[in-house]
């Protein structure tokens, strides 16, 4: 007998329109009925379509993570150093460079961290067993066992196993958030909706990994494994490239220039040694070497690595927690910010803020769930809540409610629906004890809600008698069945007219309308039935429920136009709410939003041009916010994006900085972003900017304050080499010095404060170099300083008759005491430092300076050392010209920067 499965096509989920396909097609597409497959047509679509679970990358190994760290031009010619070295029998010298090597890898090798897992995440959100439907019969199989055209039946609390056409609905709600972002469970139906509906509007489907939280239904499979929408983004997200941070980009092209520019020198130099003074190719390869290792910062890298991790420690005390190091430093580039809504700039708890009586309205004040806030009258003054109107609307919103509310430690938390939460909050607001008012007003009998009537409608009696019906819905199933609504004089004949234009100005606001209606009922009625709420209902009022923004959200939004950094805020809710809600957070531009249907519509350029005119958002997949974010980098913009669910995680990982949810994110989202939000909150994130560009800005100056260091004993070789002398300082000596005293001192600048104007200033230009002209003049002024006191000091201990041993000792600590006191000189750049905040303000580097004297006293006295860099112990008269050559650099530089302040006074 021929399989039915031969009939299916390919795995057609991808491109056919299942939600615009009435349920009779869709089985007849699938060759599948309401009893299920039978055992021989599941084996065929197994084989075919294979198990239903996503299929794992190809992880890097630690090998690979390690030899990754290798690929520098700088390493690469130190590398050649040390083998060169080894080769000409000095061990001691390429002992070490193979040392500083193998220290910057393991460092960077660290720093990496753990591989990437985000898509086992996603693997993880996968249902692990399955109701299903075959043969008529319906049993418990693993869900990776399914198949498309299999019959599968969901019920509350059940995460769907793959991507379900739904043939039968009883009530059922999904949550759906984690690839919509949509924060209210979604009602589900069984009729087809129009096929260019967005992900969001598919009210026929259920996605696989998304919560049923109420009801049940039964659906087909369409699709599964990497074929279902969660599959789909998990390959999206194993496509995404992962860009490079602005800094790892400017240290590479700073790596390959210096490099190529050192060995020019030093080729050109061990020529002219040749050539000019008539040295052996051995000792002019030596010093070759030598300048080699003086010119290059190998302590930079070192350096970069401890500023980015002090920045991490940081921010994590600001809530930002920084899952990759070079982020801390993208952090201070960034100039867009990408938002979702739900839970970030806003609260993530329902409230009521909006409540419309007849001829009268009302603002409600508050935050969350909070029951603590007031009623402001349309002059803006607090109104009294035990006044008719507001006492009769708050008694219902609690009465017909199945919510509740609990304290602990003064935070608030709802037991039930967000939106029967915000209710509860209202009746509380107006005076109201829950409890209390459930136990005078005990309820009798409920019609609970459902999608097919989409009102809730519950019958109470108090303890004298006395019955009252209440009801409460969508507005569009309260209003015909309502003949009056309640004034302060009593009920009055309804006026339809007045309650749709007021139903159109809360929406217009970005807020869910609920009604509220009740009618007395009869004392000795029991049961509540439909026919009693078909009709003679009078209209209590309006209540408009949004979910509020964050206040110190909208404070962060304005520091960061400040800042000069845009936000757009990019939502799964409908263009209406998002518009409203752009606009009460102050974001720009907001009343113009852009749809998914639209995005979808456009082509790379188009979008590129509308990305940058407009804010906001709403309805997008997860492939246009991946498309946004893109084309936001296109146009040369560093982009930060937040977000929470699965359908976050391929813009997260393609952003210069992905902003994961920690309290309500997907464990996706946080495997794909560089920093993880401890508090959900979108002041965090400009917290975290500003540590960012602090971080940027010490990291310059440790680059100041390094490089002359470089310079200076580069420079001190050439001379040598010059003037046919012998080098002042050995390879060894020069490490020694490049990776001891200097990383020690530029530490100290890593714990720099921010400075007062960070958050005034525009957003750095990634596309600048990373030495500006200024720096450049600087290093090489301060360089010129470093060699003539250490060249100078190392002519002048040989000219007295002291030993290379001794010569090379002076030189070695007149380096560092140069480096000592240009550290007082870079804490500012071109400020004075000559005052008490100057020159003790920063401890750490008071600390350091400590710590580098004793380590030079170990190099100078200690035998081993003596051994290990041939240094020799010095008398009391050569400290005193090391420490004066230190001095005079200093007061030299405090001049210069003295002479830049008043030849550039605008600039400082």
Same mark, same amino acid.
């Given at each position: 007998m021929k399989s039915r499965a031969a009939h299916i096509p390919r795995h057609p989920a991808p491109e056919y329109q299942w939600h615009a396909t009435p349920t009779e097609q869709v089985l007849l597409q699938l060759d599948s009925r309401d009893s299920g497959l039978d055992s021989r047509e599941v084996e065929d679509r197994l084989r075919q379509y294979g198990p239903n679970r996503l299929n794992p990358p190809k992880a890097r190994s630690a090998l690979a993570r390690l030899l990754e760290q290798f690929r520098n031009v700088l390493i690469y010619v130190l590398l050649v150093a040390g083998l060169v070295t080894t080769a000409t029998g000095h061990l001691i010298d390429s002992g070490v460079i193979f040392g500083v090597v193998v220290i910057n890898a393991i460092i960077g090798f660290i720093q990496e961290g753990k591989a990437e897992r985000a898509l086992e995440a996603v693997r993880n959100m996968l249902s692990p067993q399955a109701m299903v439907i075959r043969e008529g019969k319906r049993f418990t199989v693993p869900a990776e066992d399914l198949v498309p055209g299999d019959m599968v039946f969901v019920q509350s609390g059940d995460r769907v196993p793959a991507d379900l056409r739904l043939v039968k609905i009883r009530n059922l709600r999904i949550d759906e958030a984690m690839l919509t972002g949509e924060s209210l469970p979604v009602e589900k139906q069984a009729e087809p909706v129009p096929g260019q509906a967005p992900l969001g509007d598919r009210s026929c489907m259920a996605y696989s990994g998304t919560l049923v939280t109420f009801g049940q239904g039964t659906g087909v499979v369409i699709a599964t494994s990497d074929h279902s929408e969660i599959g789909r983004i998990s390959v999206l997200l194993?496509?995404?490239?992962? $860009?490079?941070?602005? &800094?790892?980009?400017?240290?590479?092209?700073?790596?390959?220039? *210096? #490099?190529?520019?050192? !060995? @020019?020198? /030093?080729?050109?130099?061990? $020529?002219?040694?040749? &050539?000019?003074?008539?040295?052996?190719?051995?000792?002019?390869? *030596? #010093?070759?070497?030598? !300048? @080699?290792? /003086?010119?290059?910062?190998?302590?930079?890298?070192?350096?970069?690595?401890?500023?980015?991790?002090?920045?991490?420690?940081?921010?994590?005390?600001?809530? @930002?927690?920084?899952?990759?190091?070079?982020?801390?430093?993208?952090?201070?580039?960034?100039?867009?910010?990408?938002?979702?809504?739900?839970?970030?700039?806003?609260?993530?708890?329902?409230?009521?803020?909006?409540?419309?009586?007849?001829?009268?309205?009302?603002?409600?004040?508050?935050?969350?769930?909070?029951?603590?806030?007031?009623?402001?009258?349309?002059?803006?003054?607090?109104?009294?809540?035990?006044?008719?109107?507001?006492?009769?609307?708050?008694?219902?919103?609690?009465?017909?409610?199945?919510?509740?509310?609990?304290?602990?430690?003064?935070?608030?938390?709802?037991?039930?629906?967000?939106?029967?939460?915000?209710?509860?909050?209202?009746?509380?607001?107006?005076?109201?004890?829950?409890?209390?008012?459930?136990?005078?007003?005990?309820?009798?009998?409920?019609?609970?809600?459902?999608?097919?009537?989409?009102?809730?409608?519950?019958?109470?009696?108090?303890?004298?008698?006395?019955?009252?019906?209440?009801?409460?819905?969508?507005?569009?199933?309260?209003?015909?069945?309502?003949?009056?609504?309640?004034?302060?004089?009593?009920?009055?004949?309804?006026?339809?007219?007045?309650?749709?234009?007021?139903?159109?100005?809360?929406?217009?606001?970005?807020?869910?309308?609920?009604?509220?209606?009740?009618?007395p009922a009869n004392p000795t009625q029991q049961v509540l039935n439909f026919k009693d709420v078909e009709g003679g209902l009078t209209l209590l009022g309006l209540v408009g429920i949004v979910d509020p923004p964050r206040q110190e959200a909208i404070e962060a939004i304005s520091r960061c136009y400040s800042a000069g950094i845009q936000v757009k805020m990019i939502t799964g809710d409908h263009a209406t709410t998002a518009s409203a809600i752009a606009e009460s957070m102050g974001i720009r531009d907001a009343k113009h939003t852009l749809t998914g249907a639209e995005l979808e519509a456009m082509d790379d350029a188009n979008l590129q041009q509308q990305v940058l005119q407009n804010n906001v958002f709403a309805r997008t997949s997860p492939e246009q916010k991946l498309r946004l974010v893109k084309a936001l980098q296109e146009s040369g913009l560093v982009a930060a994006m937040t977000g929470d669910g699965v359908n976050d995680a391929p813009a997260l990982k393609r952003a210069d900085i992905g902003v994961a949810m920690g309290i309500k994110g997907s464990e996706t989202a946080k495997e794909s972003a560089e920093m993880v939000l401890a508090d959900d909150n979108f002041a965090s994130i400009v917290k975290a900017i500003e540590e960012g560009r602090t971080v940027y800005d010490n990291i310059k100056k440790s680059i100041m304050f390094i490089l002359p260091t470089n310079g200076g004993e580069a420079l001190t070789i050439l001379a040598a080499i010059a003037f046919g002398r012998l080098l002042p300082v050995t390879a060894a000596q020069?490490?020694?010095?490049?990776?001891?005293?200097?990383?020690?001192?530029?530490?100290?600048?890593?714990?720099?404060?921010?400075?007062?104007?960070?958050?005034?200033?525009?957003?750095?230009?990634?596309?600048?170099?990373?030495?500006?002209?200024?720096?450049?003049?600087?290093?090489?002024?301060?360089?010129?300083?470093?060699?003539?006191?250490?060249?100078?000091?190392?002519?002048?201990?040989?000219?007295?008759?002291?030993?290379?041993?001794?010569?090379?000792?002076?030189?070695?600590?007149?380096?560092?005491?140069a480096e000592i006191f240009y550290l007082f000189n870079t804490r500012y750049i071109t400020a004075s430092v000559l005052n008490r905040e100057g020159l003790l303000g920063n401890r750490n580097a008071l600390l350091a300076i400590g710590i580098v004297l004793m380590f030079q006293m170990l190099y100078t006295y200690l035998p081993l050392m003596q051994l290990f860099f041939q240094s020799a112990p010095l008398s009391a008269e050569a400290w005193l010209r090391i420490t004066a050559a230190g001095l005079l650099l200093f007061f030299l530089v405090e001049s210069e920067k003295m002479v830049i302040r008043k030849l550039f006074p605008q600039q400082h």
């Open positions: 194993a496509q995404v490239q992962v $860009l490079s941070t602005p &800094l790892t980009r400017q240290m590479g092209e700073f790596a390959s220039r *210096l #490099s190529f520019a050192i !060995l @020019a020198i /030093a080729l050109v130099a061990a $020529l002219f040694g040749i &050539l000019v003074h008539d040295k052996s190719l051995e000792e002019m390869f *030596l #010093s070759a070497v030598g !300048l @080699a290792v /003086a010119a290059i910062p190998e302590g930079l890298p070192a350096i970069i690595t401890i500023t980015l991790a002090i920045g991490v420690q940081r921010m994590a005390g600001r809530n @930002a927690i920084i899952r990759r190091l070079p982020a801390v430093e993208t952090l201070g580039s960034v100039d867009v910010i990408c938002s979702d809504k739900t839970g970030t700039l806003t609260r993530n708890e329902m409230m009521v803020q909006s409540l419309i009586f007849a001829g009268m309205s009302y603002e409600v004040t508050g935050n969350g769930y909070d029951p603590h806030g007031e009623f402001i009258d349309t002059e803006g003054n607090p109104a009294d809540p035990s006044n008719t109107l507001l006492a009769t609307c708050c008694r219902a919103a609690i009465l017909c409610n199945d919510a509740t509310l609990t304290e602990q430690k003064g935070s608030w938390s709802l037991h039930g629906d967000p939106m029967e939460g915000a209710l509860v909050v209202l009746g509380m607001k107006g005076g109201y004890e829950q409890s209390l008012l459930v136990e005078q007003m005990p309820r009798t009998d409920v019609i609970p809600f459902e999608s097919e009537h989409r009102f809730m409608a519950t019958l109470h009696h108090d303890h004298s008698g006395q019955g009252c019906i209440y009801i409460k819905g969508a507005t569009e199933a309260i209003l015909p069945r309502c003949s009056d609504h309640f004034t302060e004089n009593g009920p009055h004949p309804i006026e339809a007219d007045y309650w749709t234009a007021q139903t159109e100005r809360i929406a217009s606001r970005g807020q869910r309308t609920l009604a509220i209606a009740m009618r020069i490490l020694w010095v490049n990776m001891i005293t200097a990383v020690t001192l530029a530490l100290a600048l890593a714990f720099e404060p921010a400075e007062n104007n960070i958050m005034q200033r525009p957003p750095r230009n990634t596309r600048d170099a990373l030495l500006s002209r200024f720096m450049v003049w600087r290093i090489l002024f301060v360089s010129v300083l470093m060699v003539a006191a250490t060249f100078g000091l190392f002519i002048w201990e040989r000219s007295g008759g002291a030993s290379i041993e001794v010569a090379r000792t002076v030189a070695v600590n007149t380096l560092v005491m």
